[in-house]
């Protein structure tokens, strides 16, 4: 594999990450976003502390590190795609195996950058059909003073039939 070969001494620039995020698209992000170094020939080191490895096999050990390094080759990746806890899950908790009770690819139909799976391991149930927004759109009075409320902890009053 490519990015296992050590690194070569150069000055990072641009052209590291070049031809590695050329089919990168920041706008569109289908996958888990911490994935997305991934697609863009970045790898896991793992060693204690866990590092990155650059599409030019530089490892970095850290955020600022690799924040640095984006700044600097004037990367398509953000920051927010990386991190830094070893116990991060890189991989879906359900394995292909459980693909089998998927129902329905996208609850989103599109709205979202990232698909929202369904999956069902009960019964071949669909969801009901219902109208999916990505914003709050006030109904009525009280869901309109929850809406406006600032405080993080605001809800309604509904009960549950």
């Given at each position: 594999?490519l990015?296992?070969?050590p690194?070569t001494v150069?000055?990072?620039?641009?052209?590291?990450?070049l031809?590695?995020?050329e089919i990168?698209?920041p706008?569109?992000?289908?996958?888990?976003?911490?994935?997305?170094p991934f697609?863009?020939?970045?790898?896991?080191?793992?060693s204690?502390p866990?590092?990155y490895?650059t599409?030019?096999?530089?490892?970095?050990?850290?955020l600022?590190?690799?924040?640095e390094?984006?700044?600097?080759?004037?990367?398509?990746l953000?920051?927010?795609f990386?991190?830094d806890g070893v116990?991060t899950?890189?991989q879906p908790?359900?394995d292909?195996?459980e693909?089998k009770?998927?129902i329905?690819?996208d609850?989103?139909n599109?709205?979202?950058?990232?698909q929202?799976p369904?999956?069902n391991?009960?019964?071949n149930?669909?969801?009901?059909?219902?109208?999916?927004i990505t914003?709050i759109?006030?109904?009525d009075?009280r869901?309109s003073?929850?809406y406006?409320?600032t405080?993080?902890?605001?809800?309604?009053?509904?009960?549950?039939?």
């Amino acid at each position: 594999m490519l990015n296992a070969l050590p690194s070569t001494v150069h000055k990072c620039g641009q052209q590291c990450v070049l031809s590695s995020e050329e089919i990168f698209s920041p706008n569109k992000i289908q996958t888990n976003p911490f994935l997305l170094p991934f697609e863009c020939n970045w790898s896991i080191v793992d060693s204690k502390p866990r590092g990155y490895r650059t599409p030019c096999r530089r490892i970095l050990y850290s955020l600022d590190d690799i924040e640095e390094y984006l700044y600097r080759t004037q990367s398509k990746l953000s920051i927010k795609f990386f991190v830094d806890g070893v116990l991060t899950r890189f991989q879906p908790v359900i394995d292909d195996y459980e693909k089998k009770y998927l129902i329905l690819n996208d609850l989103s139909n599109g709205q979202e950058n990232v698909q929202v799976p369904v999956y069902n391991d009960v019964d071949n149930t669909k969801p009901d059909n219902f109208t999916y927004i990505t914003k709050i759109r006030p109904i009525d009075n009280r869901i309109s003073a929850a809406y406006n409320d600032t405080n993080t902890t605001s809800c309604c009053d509904c009960i549950d039939k």
